[in-house]
């Protein structure tokens, strides 16, 4: 291994280079006796002395001998006059006598026993990944026998463009008897001839990112450093298994879930019909542990902050949408993708974050909140903090920090759409990460939640979080970060206001149990989904929750919404029937009016329906109606209500959403009735089916089956394939496919890792999205006789 000596020499030497005397002494005895062959040595030293202070007049000749190794008998040039303090020691040194390194060895294989503790076999990499607070071995091999009475030996790693001591960016790792936790350390627990067995010990702090290791040796000839070689690098991660890491997770299963799991569910849908894709997250990807690490230095944040998991997931939540960044994804919310892919199409993140990667950090196009979430699974996993994707459903979207979710309506309760900036959207797909919070008071550490989607700036940039599950269940706002924003999403009040003749504005009416449903994830060791809403908010409408939105909302712009409620006596619920309509049929739904008191009521009732973006914004209206209805004492009056595919065919986008808006007033007693109720039309799956048997290196096929299920021809078909250890993303044009019609198409090709896998598709075209599968294949290993 190249390496550079720095000798000591000889104190009685006179002038800065003891070997060149350039006639400003006289020549001793000695020095008039040596051998031809050592003034051909000072005339190669003089030659070197000149091509360092002027290699113009002194260029390298083929003549010259060039190794591997750089002796530096001359001290660096002072950086202003020139010159520096003359050091002690010889000038006839012979070069083996000095103490070099000549190679490390790093225990990289991922069978190894290094990554195998530090579990991150799984990489398909072989780079040298590690976890900090955990010691790793590796062997040095010198240029003679380390003598520990004369020799000193010390590490050095360096990361980021400038590394410095003080900000730990810039490690130097003694030598010592043995090693103590928390601290660089490194000992010697072998030695064989001139291989040396290091352990390594790394603090729970350390920031993660890649590490330049060099090695510098020091013996009474002098010192020398060895040359850095890229493939010695450290790859250092956050350990969710060490107790002293904030990341530290002490249930194994949840680590193999939250950490080690590179495939998961991805739920979306309304709170009635809720729908699931499967996601390849694939961190271990061979390629992912640099995108991610491109992703963090893009950032252009100092690595210094990297140490600390709610500094990185800040910077990632940042990084991952476009905006303030050029992160890695565009959102675009508009229908039209011709100029990308569409959200819908995408089934995973490796893609999108290798092609960011490959592109030097250009923006992929195109995303919505489940594809950020996604990728931030992606990204956190691989960098080692426990993270799981969550969707929220009815999730509204506070833009003024009221902490409610407004609407606003004239005087003859219409909607004013330029004033009507807050929404509730179908779903929205956001993720959770989980880390101990020393930067709060005790008790807020655990699940934090974290959003990459672009909707509101923190502290001036598109980001979200990490905002504490217990502080937003209890409604403590105050604590950071985005406490409010999370807690509005979940736990808001849908006020209505209705304006005056003097343009003033009075809350006519409260929902207070619209925002927030069935807050999903993915089950741990299973394909189930589970509901975490109990995490994010007490139960709708028992003390504690009414406690939690009041104490929020005194932190809000309109704390004075919250009045003495009023007495209510007519009530209005809109149901639907089993799994809801299909793409390309009726959409049917039921109204029932509930009349509690003795007398009649009369209600004038308006209904809207509009198609939507899944995040609550109004695409079109599609219908407008209005009746009066009468309800008799105590009786519960039964609507039938219903939407004809003519109705809505040229209209839906995304996610096929739908939203019906009810609004009315009780003649007799102005009561406000107001409701929302959405829904989408239930897409088919594409069936996929595997053909023969499943082996490493060996051929197999599967086919695709998928029925149109509407009425009209789907124009230009795009299938998409993509399946971890089977085959690597890839698309086929398939053309047209009649209404009604029923295809099937075959693909071919050749796994490449065993063990169970999941091969996914999806179907991309104008007319249809959110059409995808996903199959299960169990690949066995190569046979013995295998090549």
Request: charged share 25%.
């Amino acid at each position: 291994m190249p390496v550079e000596i720095r000798s000591i020499r000889r104190r009685s030497a006179v002038g800065r280079f003891p070997s060149v005397t350039l006639g400003f002494e006289e020549d001793t005895e000695e020095e008039k006796e040596q051998p031809e062959e050592n003034n051909v040595q000072t005339d190669n030293a003089c030659k070197r002395w000149l091509r360092k202070v002027c290699p113009c007049c002194c260029p390298r000749t083929k003549d010259d001998d060039v190794t591997d190794t750089v002796v530096t008998g001359i001290d660096e040039l002072d950086k202003e006059d020139g010159m520096d303090e003359v050091k002690p020691g010889t000038d006839d040194i012979e070069l083996d006598e000095f103490l070099t390194v000549q190679s490390i060895d790093l225990t990289k294989s991922k069978s190894g026993a290094d990554r195998m503790q530090h579990h991150t076999h799984l990489y398909q990499s072989e780079n040298f990944i590690v976890r900090r607070g955990q010691t790793f071995q590796m062997w040095i091999t010198l240029s003679r026998p380390f003598d520990p009475s004369t020799d000193k030996l010390h590490l050095e790693l360096k990361t980021g463009p400038l590394p410095s001591m003080s900000k730990g960016t810039h490690v130097i790792i003694p030598l010592v008897e043995g090693l103590e936790d928390g601290r660089w350390e490194a000992a010697v627990v072998e030695q064989a001839d001139k291989r040396m067995k290091l352990s390594v010990n790394s603090p729970p702090t350390a920031a993660i990112g890649r590490y330049q290791l060099t090695v510098e040796t020091t013996c009474p000839n002098g010192q020398a450093m060895s040359t850095h070689d890229p493939a010695n690098d450290i790859y250092m991660l956050l350990n969710p298994w060490c107790e002293d890491d904030k990341v530290f997770m002490d249930s194994e299963e949840e680590r193999q879930e939250y950490v080690l799991n590179d495939v998961g569910l991805i739920y979306y849908g309304t709170e009635k019909q809720i729908g699931m894709r499967t996601w390849n997250y694939g961190q271990f990807n061979d390629g992912m542990l640099a995108a991610c690490l491109f992703v963090l230095e893009k950032s252009g944040t100092p690595p210094s902050g990297w140490g600390d998991p709610v500094n990185v997931v800040r910077i990632i939540s940042a990084m991952i949408n476009s905006p303030d960044d050029l992160g890695v994804v565009e959102g675009n919310w508009s229908g039209n993708y011709s100029a990308g892919t569409s959200p819908t199409t995408w089934s995973g993140s490796v893609e999108i974050l290798k092609e960011y990667h490959k592109n030097s950090g250009a923006p992929v196009k195109y995303g919505q909140c489940w594809v950020f979430a996604g990728i931030f699974t992606t990204v956190l996993r691989c960098l080692g903090v426990p993270s799981r994707t969550v969707t929220n459903f009815s999730s509204a979207h506070d833009t003024d920090v009221s902490l409610t979710t407004d609407v606003y309506l004239d005087e003859n309760l219409d909607s004013i759409e330029h004033l009507n900036a807050d929404s509730v959207w179908n779903f929205h797909v956001w993720n959770d990460c989980w880390m101990a919070r020393p930067d709060l008071p005790p008790g807020y550490g655990g699940w934090q939640a974290v959003d990459a989607t672009p909707q509101e700036t923190s502290q001036g940039t598109f980001r979200c979080g990490p905002a504490s599950l217990t502080a937003v269940r209890n409604g403590q706002v105050y604590l950071k970060h985005d406490c409010p924003f999370v807690f509005a999403e979940v736990n808001s009040d849908k006020i209505y206001w209705q304006r005056n003749i003097d343009g003033t504005f009075s809350q006519i009416y409260s929902e207070k149990k619209t925002v927030g449903h069935n807050i999903s994830t993915k089950a741990v060791g299973s394909e189930e989904r589970s509901d975490i809403t109990h995490l994010y908010k007490h139960p709708e409408g028992t003390e504690e929750e009414r406690i939690a939105v009041e104490t929020a909302c005194r932190y809000g712009t309109k704390a004075e919404a919250y009045s003495s409620p009023t007495a209510e006596d007519v009530s209005i619920e809109v149901t639907m029937d089993g799994e809801g309509p299909k793409m390309g049929g009726d959409a049917d739904l039921t109204i029932m009016l509930q009349n509690n008191s003795a007398e009649q009521r009369t209600i004038i009732l308006h209904s809207q329906a509009a198609v939507m973006y899944y995040t609550g914004v109004h695409k079109a209206m599609i219908r407008k109606d209005v009746t009066d209805i009468d309800v008799l004492p105590n009786e519960v009056k039964v609507l039938e209500w219903s939407l004809e595919y003519t109705d809505y065919k040229n209209q839906l986008i995304d996610q096929a959403a739908l939203m019906l808006t009810l609004s009315g007033r009780v003649k007799e007693t102005q009561q406000v009735l107001a409701t929302q109720f959405s829904f989408r039309l239930r897409t088919p799956n594409l069936t996929i089916t595997p053909v023969g048997k499943a082996a490493v290196g060996q051929r197999m096929a599967v086919t695709i089956s998928f029925t149109n299920p509407l009425p009209q021809v789907l124009k230009a078909v795009i299938f998409h394939f993509e399946g971890l250890g089977l085959l690597t993303a890839r698309k086929i044009t398939y053309g047209d496919i009649g209404s009604h019609a029923s295809v099937s198409l075959t693909e071919h090709f050749v796994p490449t890792l065993p063990g169970p896998r999941k091969l996914l598709a999806s179907l991309d075209c104008k007319q249809l999205t959110q059409v995808h599968g996903v199959t299960d294949i169990t690949v066995e290993g190569e046979s013995n006789g295998a090549s």
